[in-house]
Protein backbone atom coordinates (compact mmCIF):
# COMPACT_ATOMS: atom_id res chain seq x y z
CA UNK A 1 0.00 0.00 0.00
CA UNK A 2 1.46 3.69 -0.98
CA UNK A 3 1.82 5.66 2.08
CA UNK A 4 -1.95 5.93 3.07
CA UNK A 5 -1.20 8.34 5.55
CA UNK A 6 -1.06 10.56 3.04
CA UNK A 7 -4.69 9.91 1.66
CA UNK A 8 -6.25 9.90 5.13
CA UNK A 9 -8.76 12.33 6.04
CA UNK A 10 -6.60 12.36 9.11
CA UNK A 11 -3.72 14.77 7.65
CA UNK A 12 -6.31 17.61 7.25
CA UNK A 13 -6.97 20.05 10.04
CA UNK A 14 -10.57 19.13 9.98
CA UNK A 15 -12.34 18.96 13.20
CA UNK A 16 -12.67 15.25 14.88
CA UNK A 17 -16.87 15.88 14.59
CA UNK A 18 -15.81 16.26 10.93
CA UNK A 19 -13.83 13.25 10.99
CA UNK A 20 -15.85 11.03 12.67
CA UNK A 21 -18.54 11.59 10.02
CA UNK A 22 -16.56 11.14 7.16
CA UNK A 23 -16.04 7.36 8.47
CA UNK A 24 -19.28 7.07 9.22
CA UNK A 25 -19.79 8.06 5.77
CA UNK A 26 -17.63 5.08 4.89
CA UNK A 27 -15.15 7.73 3.42
CA UNK A 28 -11.95 5.70 4.48
CA UNK A 29 -9.30 7.47 2.34
CA UNK A 30 -9.36 10.91 0.06
CA UNK A 31 -9.69 10.95 -3.92
CA UNK A 32 -6.61 11.85 -6.08
CA UNK A 33 -8.48 15.53 -6.23
CA UNK A 34 -9.19 15.28 -2.68
CA UNK A 35 -5.76 14.89 -1.66
CA UNK A 36 -4.25 17.48 -3.99
CA UNK A 37 -7.23 19.92 -3.52
CA UNK A 38 -8.09 19.63 0.14
CA UNK A 39 -4.56 20.85 1.89
CA UNK A 40 -4.41 24.17 -0.60
CA UNK A 41 -8.43 24.45 -0.25
CA UNK A 42 -8.30 24.63 3.77
CA UNK A 43 -5.35 27.12 3.68
CA UNK A 44 -7.57 29.44 2.35
CA UNK A 45 -5.89 29.38 -0.97
CA UNK A 46 -7.54 29.67 -4.38
CA UNK A 47 -7.97 26.95 -6.75
CA UNK A 48 -8.60 26.06 -10.44
CA UNK A 49 -9.11 22.34 -10.46
CA UNK A 50 -9.47 19.94 -12.99
CA UNK A 51 -11.88 17.24 -11.90
CA UNK A 52 -14.68 14.91 -13.31
CA UNK A 53 -17.75 13.78 -11.84
CA UNK A 54 -17.22 10.96 -10.22
CA UNK A 55 -13.74 12.23 -8.39
CA UNK A 56 -15.36 13.09 -5.27
CA UNK A 57 -15.07 16.92 -6.52
CA UNK A 58 -17.74 17.44 -4.18
CA UNK A 59 -16.43 16.60 -1.12
CA UNK A 60 -13.27 18.65 -1.99
CA UNK A 61 -14.74 22.28 -1.94
CA UNK A 62 -17.53 21.17 0.07
CA UNK A 63 -15.53 20.29 2.92
CA UNK A 64 -13.03 23.33 2.43
CA UNK A 65 -16.18 25.94 2.63
CA UNK A 66 -17.40 24.01 5.57
CA UNK A 67 -14.04 24.49 7.39
CA UNK A 68 -14.87 28.22 7.06
CA UNK A 69 -18.59 28.36 8.51
CA UNK A 70 -19.66 29.87 11.40
CA UNK A 71 -23.00 28.11 12.38
CA UNK A 72 -24.06 30.97 14.80
CA UNK A 73 -24.52 33.45 11.97
CA UNK A 74 -27.26 32.83 9.76
CA UNK A 75 -26.02 34.52 6.42
CA UNK A 76 -25.05 33.14 3.17
CA UNK A 77 -21.12 32.66 3.37
CA UNK A 78 -20.94 29.81 1.01
CA UNK A 79 -22.07 29.90 -3.18
CA UNK A 80 -22.05 26.82 -5.56
CA UNK A 81 -22.81 28.29 -8.82
CA UNK A 82 -23.45 25.21 -10.71
CA UNK A 83 -24.21 24.42 -15.00
CA UNK A 84 -27.87 22.50 -14.00
CA UNK A 85 -30.43 21.72 -11.24
CA UNK A 86 -29.74 18.22 -11.24
CA UNK A 87 -26.05 19.13 -10.51
CA UNK A 88 -27.47 21.09 -7.82
CA UNK A 89 -29.65 18.78 -6.09
CA UNK A 90 -26.56 16.28 -5.90
CA UNK A 91 -24.41 19.22 -4.79
CA UNK A 92 -27.36 20.08 -1.56
CA UNK A 93 -27.17 16.41 -1.12
CA UNK A 94 -23.15 15.92 -0.79
CA UNK A 95 -22.64 19.20 1.30
CA UNK A 96 -26.01 18.20 3.60
CA UNK A 97 -24.68 14.63 4.11
CA UNK A 98 -20.86 16.03 4.75
CA UNK A 99 -22.38 19.02 7.47
CA UNK A 100 -23.77 16.21 9.75
CA UNK A 101 -20.97 16.97 12.06
CA UNK A 102 -22.01 20.49 12.89
CA UNK A 103 -25.23 21.68 14.06
CA UNK A 104 -27.93 23.17 11.70
CA UNK A 105 -26.23 24.27 8.83
CA UNK A 106 -28.54 25.36 6.12
CA UNK A 107 -28.32 25.14 2.68
CA UNK A 108 -30.47 26.05 -0.05
CA UNK A 109 -30.69 25.30 -3.90
CA UNK A 110 -31.53 27.99 -5.56
CA UNK A 111 -32.43 27.09 -9.45
CA UNK A 112 -34.51 28.29 -12.44
CA UNK A 113 -37.45 26.36 -13.43
CA UNK A 114 -38.86 26.07 -9.74
CA UNK A 115 -41.03 28.87 -8.78
CA UNK A 116 -39.66 32.18 -7.14
CA UNK A 117 -41.85 32.40 -4.35
CA UNK A 118 -40.78 29.87 -2.43
CA UNK A 119 -37.11 30.31 -2.25
CA UNK A 120 -37.40 33.66 -1.27
CA UNK A 121 -39.25 32.78 1.79
CA UNK A 122 -36.87 30.35 2.39
CA UNK A 123 -33.69 32.46 1.71
CA UNK A 124 -35.94 35.34 4.01
CA UNK A 125 -35.33 32.78 7.44
CA UNK A 126 -32.31 32.85 6.29
CA UNK A 127 -28.94 30.39 5.37
CA UNK A 128 -25.57 29.56 5.30
CA UNK A 129 -25.47 27.92 2.31
CA UNK A 130 -26.66 28.81 -1.11
CA UNK A 131 -26.30 26.34 -4.45
CA UNK A 132 -27.67 27.07 -7.23
CA UNK A 133 -27.43 28.09 -11.44
CA UNK A 134 -26.18 31.23 -12.30
CA UNK A 135 -29.29 32.97 -13.79
CA UNK A 136 -31.61 31.73 -11.03
CA UNK A 137 -28.97 33.32 -8.38
CA UNK A 138 -28.62 36.48 -10.16
CA UNK A 139 -32.00 37.23 -9.81
CA UNK A 140 -32.12 36.68 -6.42
CA UNK A 141 -29.20 39.23 -5.95
CA UNK A 142 -31.22 41.47 -7.93
CA UNK A 143 -34.05 41.16 -6.28
CA UNK A 144 -32.22 41.84 -3.13
CA UNK A 145 -33.59 38.32 -1.26
CA UNK A 146 -29.97 37.06 -1.80
CA UNK A 147 -27.54 39.03 -0.23
CA UNK A 148 -23.56 38.26 -0.64
CA UNK A 149 -21.82 40.53 1.82
CA UNK A 150 -21.01 38.08 4.53
CA UNK A 151 -19.66 35.45 1.31
CA UNK A 152 -16.67 34.02 2.44
CA UNK A 153 -16.25 31.23 -0.23
CA UNK A 154 -17.25 31.30 -3.92
CA UNK A 155 -17.61 28.03 -5.73
CA UNK A 156 -17.49 27.60 -9.80
CA UNK A 157 -18.60 23.98 -10.11
CA UNK A 158 -18.27 22.51 -13.45
CA UNK A 159 -17.39 25.98 -15.16
CA UNK A 160 -16.55 24.57 -18.29
CA UNK A 161 -20.19 23.20 -18.94
CA UNK A 162 -21.06 26.40 -17.56
CA UNK A 163 -19.35 28.34 -19.88
CA UNK A 164 -21.25 26.36 -22.58
CA UNK A 165 -24.40 27.34 -21.31
CA UNK A 166 -23.69 30.64 -22.07
CA UNK A 167 -23.39 31.66 -18.60
CA UNK A 168 -20.03 33.76 -18.54
CA UNK A 169 -22.13 37.06 -17.97
CA UNK A 170 -24.06 35.54 -15.11
CA UNK A 171 -21.12 34.57 -13.54
CA UNK A 172 -19.00 37.50 -13.51
CA UNK A 173 -21.99 39.94 -12.43
CA UNK A 174 -22.68 37.09 -9.51
CA UNK A 175 -19.02 37.58 -8.49
CA UNK A 176 -18.95 41.24 -8.72
CA UNK A 177 -21.36 41.36 -6.14
CA UNK A 178 -19.44 38.76 -3.38
CA UNK A 179 -16.81 40.30 -1.56
CA UNK A 180 -12.90 40.77 -2.78
CA UNK A 181 -11.64 39.02 0.18
CA UNK A 182 -13.17 35.60 -0.40
CA UNK A 183 -11.58 32.75 -1.51
CA UNK A 184 -12.57 31.44 -5.15
CA UNK A 185 -12.68 27.57 -6.23
CA UNK A 186 -12.83 26.63 -9.80
CA UNK A 187 -14.12 23.52 -11.07
CA UNK A 188 -13.82 22.21 -14.19
CA UNK A 189 -13.47 18.30 -16.31
CA UNK A 190 -11.71 20.64 -19.17
CA UNK A 191 -9.82 23.91 -20.40
CA UNK A 192 -11.70 25.91 -22.92
CA UNK A 193 -10.01 28.88 -23.25
CA UNK A 194 -12.97 30.94 -21.53
CA UNK A 195 -11.71 29.17 -18.27
CA UNK A 196 -8.16 31.41 -18.16
CA UNK A 197 -10.41 34.18 -18.48
CA UNK A 198 -12.29 33.68 -16.32
CA UNK A 199 -10.09 32.56 -13.67
CA UNK A 200 -8.00 35.93 -14.53
CA UNK A 201 -11.05 38.09 -13.56
CA UNK A 202 -12.13 36.12 -10.35
CA UNK A 203 -9.28 34.35 -8.88
CA UNK A 204 -6.52 35.98 -6.67
CA UNK A 205 -3.02 34.25 -7.53
CA UNK A 206 -4.78 30.44 -8.01
CA UNK A 207 -3.22 27.07 -7.42
CA UNK A 208 -3.79 24.81 -10.01
CA UNK A 209 -5.12 20.97 -9.21
CA UNK A 210 -4.69 18.27 -11.13
CA UNK A 211 -4.44 14.55 -10.91
CA UNK A 212 -3.58 11.94 -13.23
CA UNK A 213 -6.48 9.71 -12.59
CA UNK A 214 -9.29 10.47 -11.33
CA UNK A 215 -10.26 7.20 -9.91
CA UNK A 216 -13.70 6.45 -8.61
CA UNK A 217 -13.84 6.30 -4.76
CA UNK A 218 -15.11 4.09 -2.84
CA UNK A 219 -17.48 4.11 0.18
CA UNK A 220 -16.17 1.24 3.03
CA UNK A 221 -18.61 0.88 6.30
CA UNK A 222 -16.18 -0.54 9.01
CA UNK A 223 -17.47 -2.08 11.72
CA UNK A 224 -15.32 -4.14 14.61
CA UNK A 225 -16.58 -6.85 17.36
CA UNK A 226 -15.24 -7.40 20.26
CA UNK A 227 -14.30 -11.34 21.21
CA UNK A 228 -12.65 -13.60 23.01
CA UNK A 229 -10.53 -15.40 21.59
CA UNK A 230 -12.88 -18.75 22.13
CA UNK A 231 -15.48 -17.18 20.33
CA UNK A 232 -13.26 -15.48 17.51
CA UNK A 233 -14.51 -18.72 14.82
CA UNK A 234 -17.66 -18.63 16.03
CA UNK A 235 -17.99 -15.16 15.11
CA UNK A 236 -16.99 -15.30 11.76
CA UNK A 237 -20.19 -17.65 11.37
CA UNK A 238 -22.56 -15.06 12.99
CA UNK A 239 -21.46 -12.46 10.70
CA UNK A 240 -22.28 -14.73 7.75
CA UNK A 241 -25.27 -15.55 8.50
CA UNK A 242 -26.27 -11.66 9.80
CA UNK A 243 -25.03 -9.79 6.85
CA UNK A 244 -25.27 -12.75 4.13
CA UNK A 245 -22.77 -11.32 1.68
CA UNK A 246 -22.52 -13.03 -1.40
CA UNK A 247 -18.76 -12.71 -1.48
CA UNK A 248 -16.36 -12.55 1.30
CA UNK A 249 -12.93 -12.98 2.04
CA UNK A 250 -11.73 -13.53 5.56
CA UNK A 251 -8.31 -12.74 6.29
CA UNK A 252 -5.99 -14.25 8.97
CA UNK A 253 -2.73 -13.85 10.45
CA UNK A 254 -1.07 -17.56 10.09
CA UNK A 255 -2.18 -20.65 8.07
CA UNK A 256 -3.41 -22.52 10.55
CA UNK A 257 -5.85 -20.25 11.52
CA UNK A 258 -7.07 -20.10 8.28
CA UNK A 259 -7.24 -24.25 8.04
CA UNK A 260 -9.35 -24.04 11.41
CA UNK A 261 -12.03 -21.39 10.12
CA UNK A 262 -12.49 -23.50 7.17
CA UNK A 263 -13.08 -26.42 9.17
CA UNK A 264 -15.45 -24.19 11.49
CA UNK A 265 -17.60 -22.93 8.34
CA UNK A 266 -17.42 -25.63 6.54
CA UNK A 267 -19.12 -28.12 9.42
CA UNK A 268 -21.93 -25.21 9.37
CA UNK A 269 -23.02 -25.70 6.14
CA UNK A 270 -20.92 -22.46 4.34
CA UNK A 271 -18.80 -23.18 1.00
CA UNK A 272 -15.63 -21.77 2.65
CA UNK A 273 -12.00 -22.39 0.94
CA UNK A 274 -8.63 -21.36 2.74
CA UNK A 275 -6.06 -19.64 0.61
CA UNK A 276 -2.47 -19.81 1.92
CA UNK A 277 0.94 -20.25 1.26
CA UNK A 278 1.25 -24.16 1.53
CA UNK A 279 -1.21 -25.00 -1.44
CA UNK A 280 -0.19 -26.45 -4.28
CA UNK A 281 -0.35 -24.35 -7.69
CA UNK A 282 -3.12 -26.44 -9.04
CA UNK A 283 -4.80 -26.32 -5.55
CA UNK A 284 -4.67 -22.53 -5.45
CA UNK A 285 -5.61 -22.07 -9.27
CA UNK A 286 -8.94 -24.48 -8.35
CA UNK A 287 -9.73 -22.44 -5.38
CA UNK A 288 -9.56 -18.85 -6.94
CA UNK A 289 -11.35 -21.18 -10.21
CA UNK A 290 -14.63 -21.50 -7.50
CA UNK A 291 -14.32 -18.18 -5.46
CA UNK A 292 -14.37 -15.90 -9.05
CA UNK A 293 -17.43 -18.22 -10.73
CA UNK A 294 -19.50 -17.79 -7.30
CA UNK A 295 -19.23 -21.29 -6.55
CA UNK A 296 -17.61 -20.38 -3.43
CA UNK A 297 -18.81 -17.76 -1.17
CA UNK A 298 -15.68 -17.58 1.57
CA UNK A 299 -12.18 -17.10 0.69
CA UNK A 300 -10.34 -17.54 3.71
CA UNK A 301 -6.92 -16.43 3.25
CA UNK A 302 -3.48 -15.00 4.41
CA UNK A 303 -2.37 -11.66 3.88
CA UNK A 304 0.74 -13.17 1.65
CA UNK A 305 -1.77 -15.59 -0.06
CA UNK A 306 -4.21 -12.71 -1.04
CA UNK A 307 -1.38 -10.46 -2.61
CA UNK A 308 -2.43 -9.97 -6.78
CA UNK A 309 -5.06 -11.39 -6.36
CA UNK A 310 -7.57 -9.35 -8.78
CA UNK A 311 -10.86 -10.21 -7.47
CA UNK A 312 -13.73 -7.76 -8.48
CA UNK A 313 -17.28 -7.51 -6.96
CA UNK A 314 -16.00 -8.33 -3.44
CA UNK A 315 -18.78 -7.78 -0.87
CA UNK A 316 -17.14 -7.87 2.32
CA UNK A 317 -13.89 -8.18 4.12
CA UNK A 318 -13.57 -9.84 7.52
CA UNK A 319 -10.43 -9.31 9.26
CA UNK A 320 -10.72 -12.45 11.52
CA UNK A 321 -7.66 -11.30 13.57
CA UNK A 322 -6.55 -7.65 13.58
CA UNK A 323 -3.22 -7.38 11.60
CA UNK A 324 -0.49 -6.05 13.69
CA UNK A 325 0.20 -3.57 10.62
CA UNK A 326 -1.71 -0.69 10.37
CA UNK A 327 -1.15 -0.39 6.48
CA UNK A 328 -1.96 -3.87 5.90
CA UNK A 329 -5.43 -3.30 7.62
CA UNK A 330 -6.21 -0.71 5.05
CA UNK A 331 -4.96 -2.79 1.78
CA UNK A 332 -7.38 -5.58 3.67
CA UNK A 333 -10.62 -3.53 3.32
CA UNK A 334 -9.75 -1.71 0.66
CA UNK A 335 -10.72 -4.54 -1.34
CA UNK A 336 -14.52 -4.29 -0.78
CA UNK A 337 -16.92 -1.91 -2.16
CA UNK A 338 -16.84 -0.92 -5.53
CA UNK A 339 -17.10 2.33 -7.34
CA UNK A 340 -20.58 4.02 -6.26
CA UNK A 341 -21.57 1.02 -4.23
CA UNK A 342 -21.09 0.88 -0.47
CA UNK A 343 -17.98 -1.63 0.93
CA UNK A 344 -18.70 -3.53 4.36
CA UNK A 345 -14.70 -4.23 6.21
CA UNK A 346 -15.85 -5.88 9.87
CA UNK A 347 -13.12 -6.67 12.19
CA UNK A 348 -12.71 -9.13 15.02
CA UNK A 349 -10.32 -7.90 17.84
CA UNK A 350 -9.70 -9.61 21.20
CA UNK A 351 -8.71 -7.18 24.26
CA UNK A 352 -5.22 -8.29 23.32
CA UNK A 353 -5.39 -6.44 20.05
CA UNK A 354 -7.10 -3.31 21.29
CA UNK A 355 -3.43 -2.07 20.83
CA UNK A 356 -3.61 -2.79 16.94
CA UNK A 357 -6.71 -1.20 16.95
CA UNK A 358 -5.60 2.23 18.15
CA UNK A 359 -3.09 2.15 15.65
CA UNK A 360 -5.43 1.63 12.79
CA UNK A 361 -7.71 4.64 13.70
CA UNK A 362 -4.83 6.94 13.74
CA UNK A 363 -3.68 5.84 10.25
CA UNK A 364 -7.39 5.87 9.41
CA UNK A 365 -7.98 9.58 11.26
CA UNK A 366 -11.03 8.06 12.82
CA UNK A 367 -12.53 5.78 15.71
CA UNK A 368 -13.52 2.81 15.13
CA UNK A 369 -17.68 1.92 15.26
CA UNK A 370 -18.42 -0.87 18.08
CA UNK A 371 -20.89 -3.41 17.72
CA UNK A 372 -21.32 -6.21 20.25
CA UNK A 373 -21.53 -9.38 18.81
CA UNK A 374 -25.10 -10.63 20.45
CA UNK A 375 -26.51 -7.35 18.60
CA UNK A 376 -25.87 -9.80 15.43
CA UNK A 377 -29.27 -12.16 14.61
CA UNK A 378 -29.46 -14.86 11.87
CA UNK A 379 -31.24 -12.96 8.73
CA UNK A 380 -33.72 -14.83 7.19
CA UNK A 381 -33.31 -17.08 4.24
CA UNK A 382 -31.78 -20.74 4.87
CA UNK A 383 -27.98 -21.28 4.88
CA UNK A 384 -25.64 -19.12 2.92
CA UNK A 385 -25.04 -21.01 -0.25
CA UNK A 386 -23.22 -19.54 -2.90
CA UNK A 387 -25.54 -19.55 -6.33
CA UNK A 388 -23.34 -21.80 -8.80
CA UNK A 389 -21.40 -24.99 -8.43
CA UNK A 390 -18.12 -25.64 -9.89
CA UNK A 391 -17.84 -29.38 -12.16
CA UNK A 392 -14.66 -30.27 -12.87
CA UNK A 393 -14.36 -31.87 -16.25
CA UNK A 394 -10.48 -34.28 -17.19
CA UNK A 395 -9.47 -32.52 -20.32
CA UNK A 396 -8.42 -29.45 -21.23
CA UNK A 397 -6.30 -27.42 -23.38
CA UNK A 398 -3.74 -30.58 -24.06
CA UNK A 399 -6.85 -32.13 -25.48
CA UNK A 400 -7.87 -28.57 -27.27
CA UNK A 401 -11.31 -27.91 -25.28
CA UNK A 402 -12.54 -24.74 -25.65
CA UNK A 403 -14.95 -23.10 -23.44
CA UNK A 404 -17.31 -23.02 -26.25
CA UNK A 405 -17.08 -26.77 -26.79
CA UNK A 406 -18.13 -27.09 -23.05
CA UNK A 407 -20.62 -24.73 -23.35
CA UNK A 408 -22.11 -26.48 -26.64
CA UNK A 409 -22.42 -29.55 -25.24
CA UNK A 410 -24.05 -28.44 -22.05
CA UNK A 411 -26.64 -26.50 -24.14
CA UNK A 412 -26.56 -29.07 -26.94
CA UNK A 413 -27.18 -32.37 -26.58
CA UNK A 414 -27.33 -32.27 -22.31
CA UNK A 415 -30.61 -29.72 -22.92
CA UNK A 416 -29.57 -27.12 -19.98
CA UNK A 417 -30.20 -23.37 -20.89
CA UNK A 418 -27.54 -21.04 -21.27
CA UNK A 419 -28.68 -19.16 -18.53
CA UNK A 420 -28.12 -21.66 -16.30
CA UNK A 421 -24.17 -22.25 -17.16
CA UNK A 422 -21.74 -19.45 -15.73
CA UNK A 423 -17.81 -19.29 -15.78
CA UNK A 424 -15.88 -21.75 -17.91
CA UNK A 425 -12.06 -22.00 -17.40
CA UNK A 426 -10.27 -24.22 -19.25
CA UNK A 427 -6.46 -24.78 -17.83
CA UNK A 428 -3.97 -27.30 -19.17
CA UNK A 429 -5.12 -30.56 -18.35
CA UNK A 430 -9.13 -30.05 -17.06
CA UNK A 431 -11.62 -27.57 -17.64
CA UNK A 432 -14.35 -26.21 -15.08
CA UNK A 433 -17.76 -24.99 -15.67
CA UNK A 434 -19.88 -23.12 -13.28
CA UNK A 435 -22.93 -24.41 -13.29
CA UNK A 436 -26.25 -23.53 -10.98
CA UNK A 437 -26.49 -24.84 -7.71
CA UNK A 438 -29.84 -26.86 -8.15
CA UNK A 439 -28.71 -28.47 -11.11
CA UNK A 440 -25.01 -29.55 -10.51
CA UNK A 441 -25.58 -33.06 -10.05
CA UNK A 442 -28.05 -33.45 -13.04
CA UNK A 443 -25.37 -31.76 -15.25
CA UNK A 444 -22.42 -34.24 -14.20
CA UNK A 445 -24.77 -37.55 -14.86
CA UNK A 446 -25.58 -36.06 -18.19
CA UNK A 447 -22.67 -34.87 -19.39
CA UNK A 448 -21.39 -38.25 -17.95
CA UNK A 449 -23.11 -40.06 -20.20
CA UNK A 450 -22.70 -37.51 -23.95
CA UNK A 451 -19.97 -36.72 -25.05
CA UNK A 452 -17.40 -33.35 -25.85
CA UNK A 453 -16.08 -32.88 -29.16
CA UNK A 454 -17.37 -36.37 -30.11
CA UNK A 455 -15.29 -37.90 -27.06
CA UNK A 456 -16.47 -39.25 -23.78
CA UNK A 457 -15.47 -37.65 -20.63
CA UNK A 458 -14.90 -37.65 -17.38
CA UNK A 459 -17.00 -35.34 -15.04
CA UNK A 460 -16.83 -34.63 -11.42
CA UNK A 461 -18.37 -32.01 -8.60
CA UNK A 462 -15.39 -30.24 -7.86
CA UNK A 463 -16.35 -30.33 -4.11
CA UNK A 464 -17.06 -34.01 -4.02
CA UNK A 465 -13.35 -34.51 -5.17
CA UNK A 466 -12.16 -32.74 -2.00
CA UNK A 467 -14.49 -34.85 0.10
CA UNK A 468 -13.57 -37.56 -0.99
P1 LIG B 1 -18.59 13.49 -6.88
O1 LIG B 1 -17.46 13.37 -7.86
O2 LIG B 1 -18.41 14.65 -5.99
O3 LIG B 1 -19.92 13.47 -7.58
O4 LIG B 1 -18.55 12.21 -5.91
C1 LIG B 1 -18.82 10.90 -6.32
C2 LIG B 1 -19.30 10.01 -5.18
O5 LIG B 1 -18.22 9.65 -4.33
C3 LIG B 1 -20.31 10.65 -4.25
O6 LIG B 1 -21.34 9.70 -4.07
C4 LIG B 1 -19.59 10.88 -2.95
O7 LIG B 1 -20.45 10.74 -1.86
C5 LIG B 1 -18.54 9.81 -2.95
N1 LIG B 1 -17.27 10.19 -2.27
C6 LIG B 1 -16.64 11.38 -2.34
N2 LIG B 1 -15.47 11.35 -1.69
C7 LIG B 1 -15.34 10.09 -1.19
C8 LIG B 1 -14.32 9.43 -0.42
N3 LIG B 1 -13.20 10.04 -0.04
N4 LIG B 1 -14.54 8.13 -0.11
C9 LIG B 1 -15.66 7.52 -0.50
N5 LIG B 1 -16.65 8.08 -1.21
C10 LIG B 1 -16.50 9.36 -1.57
Redesign the pocket.
Known sequence: MNVPAAKSFSSLPLSVAVQANLAQL??????PI?AASLPLALAGKDLIAQAQ???????AFALSLLHRLDAARMQVQALVLVPTRELAD?VTQ?IRRLARAADNIKVLTLCGGSPMKPQMESLSFGAHIAVGTPGRVLDHLERGSLVLAELNTLVLDEADRMLDMGFADDIARVARQAPKARQTLLFSATYPEGIAQMSAQFLRDPQTVKVASSAA???IEQIAFEVAESERLHAVSALLEHYRPTSTIAFCNTKQQCRDLVDVLTAQGFVALALHGELEQRDRDQVLIQFANGSCSVLVATDVAARGLDIAQLECVINVDTTPDAEVHVHRIGRTGRA?AQGLALTLASLDEMGRIGRIEQLLGFEMRWQPLDSLSKAPGGPLLPAMDTLQILGGRKEKIRPGDILGALTGEAGFAGSQIGKINVTEFHSYVAVQRSIARDVVKRLSNGKLKGRKVKVRRLADLSEA
Open positions: GYVEMTQTGSGKTAQEPKAG
